[in-house]
């Protein structure tokens, strides 16, 4: 099989923007995990951060002992002037909130305002694809880090999952690649920001609590796309009828997936192959049984980390053997245990209503469904059929149980529980042998969690505990 020409790749690298690190005073707001990152990176590279965070002190502790040990400054319960009066630009974290009084005043005074994917990007030799979309982002970030893995290519998967971006930018070289899983968050405040390869998974409703409107989601999640050029490569979704309209002014070779039609050019299924037909490749990456994740959504996650390889110059071979092996993510659909013949399934990265339609599609009748946690937004109807047809029970945690429970009582019977323990304890008394218990939220975690991880796990905690109170 012909392979695109790699060689290009290496001629568009940026170069790497050191000069705007050395000796800059630079304010970070946010010690999440990005913060903290693109802090020590800054400080290794010779640069003079400054970390500020609204916690308390007291909620930090394992954070502020890396910074101490750096020896670099912070403040902590919330942002003072000294950001403002000496900083040459600031960097937030993509769960600091858009409009807070620090960031407005910055902009009043004119301090530029990074997000750290824009700053780490600044200091990357390596080629990058970056993943975005509302639903499936970790899943083919790391199935497409894996594929690179399998070619023994050197590479890494980074970004909203795993590492930050900060961690591994300047530790992969020019002829490597970085899988990077990008928020819509991370891609407000880019500038020169400019993956090799993008991937558009698909657009639905999602973070309506941040921006108001679908459209003004949509055009976030679109900058992935606005620094490509002629010779870069742009995935995309091609039954996603809004995203097609959206990439088709975009500047790059495009390549399209599909589940539902053939397609003249593009990655598509062809008599339950999984076929591929652009420029001068052409193939198959195995049957879509071969595939060992399941579901409609990650045969479209297969596709367009397969796009995203072959593009990058990965043989078939290479792709069809990660197929076969890959298992999925944590936290996504992960089976964590059966107790008394009821399976408990942790989907905790469900944080939309449309992920959490594609996991109930994966589970069958007789399921209880824990939702709940921090609403984002979203049309609560387009679950009602499946809850009718898979869910015989309900139990709902955190901020959004007043919603769903008015959207979703007269379908199926509906509880609540005070903590995500409780509720599993719940399930495991409401269910019976041959049940499922699934966590799917339909929410962000921030609420009752530090984040999607952190529900997930106290989840399979609690699925442990159930197991070691039924043995006693």
Not at 455 to 471: C, T
Request: charged share 25%.
């Amino acid at each position: 099989m012909r392979t695109l020409d790699f060689d290009y790749f290496k001629n568009t690298v940026n170069a790497m923007r050191v000069d705007r690190v050395i000796n800059r005073p630079v304010g970070i707001i946010g010690l999440a995990r990005s913060g903290l990152a693109a802090a020590k990176l800054l400080k290794r590279l010779g640069g003079n951060p400054f970390v500020s965070d609204a916690k308390p002190e007291s909620r930090l502790e394992k954070e502020l002992a890396e910074l101490k040990e750096a020896e670099i400054p912070f403040e902590t319960g919330g942002h003072t002037d000294k950001l403002l009066e000496e900083s040459e630009y600031l960097i937030v974290s993509p769960g600091v909130p858009k409009e807070i009084p620090i960031l407005e005043r910055a902009q009043e005074i004119g301090i530029p305002i990074f997000s750290e994917l824009e700053v780490a990007s600044w200091l990357c030799d390596a080629n990058l694809a970056a993943v975005t979309g509302s639903n499936g982002k970790t899943t083919t970030t790391t199935l497409l880090g894996r594929i690179f893995e399998t070619a023994r290519i050197e590479s890494t998967a980074a970004g909203n999952i795993g590492y930050a971006f900060s961690e591994v930018c300047d530790r992969i070289s020019s002829r490597g690649w970085i899988a990077l899983e990008v928020s819509s968050a991370q891609l407000e405040r880019i500038f020169d920001f400019h993956p090799h390869i993008a991937i558009v998974l698909n657009l639905t409703p999602d973070h309506l609590d941040r921006y108001g409107t679908f459209e003004e989601y949509a055009r976030v999640k679109m900058r992935v796309a606005e620094n490509l050029t002629g010779v870069d490569f742009l995935i995309a979704n091609a039954d996603d009828d809004y995203l097609v309209q959206l990439v088709q002014p975009v500047e790059a070779r495009k390549i399209f997936f599909s589940l539902e039609k053939k397609l003249e050019s593009g990655i598509y299924l062809e008599d339950d192959k999984i076929v591929f037909h652009f420029g001068e490749l052409q193939g198959d990456l195995g049957s879509r049984k071969d595939l060992s994740i399941p579901g409609p959504h990650n045969l479209y996650n297969a596709m367009a980390a397969g796009a995203a390889a072959l593009a990058a110059g990965v043989s078939s071979d290479a792709i069809k053997e990660t197929f076969k092996t890959f298992g999925g993510v944590e936290h996504r659909l992960e089976y964590v245990d059966t107790i008394n013949g009821i399976r408990y399934i942790n989907d905790s990265k469900g944080t939309n209503i449309d992920s959490v339609w594609y996991a109930l599609q994966s589970v069958p009748e007789n399921t209880i469904l824990i939702m709940g946690g921090k609403y984002k937004g979203g049309e609560l109807s387009r679950l009602n059929e499946l809850i009718r047809q898979k869910i015989k029970h309900l139990i709902l945690i955190g901020e959004a149980a007043e919603t769903f429970h008015d959207a979703y009582k007269n379908i199926v019977p509906v509880g609540r529980a005070e903590t995500l323990e409780d509720a599993v304890f719940s399930a495991a008394d409401i269910g019976h042998d041959g049940d499922t218990v699934l966590l799917s939220p339909a929410c962000a975690s921030f609420d009752m969690f530090k984040d999607f991880e952190h529900r997930g796990q106290v989840f399979k905690d609690a699925v442990l505990k159930l197991k070691a109170r039924n043995k006693e």
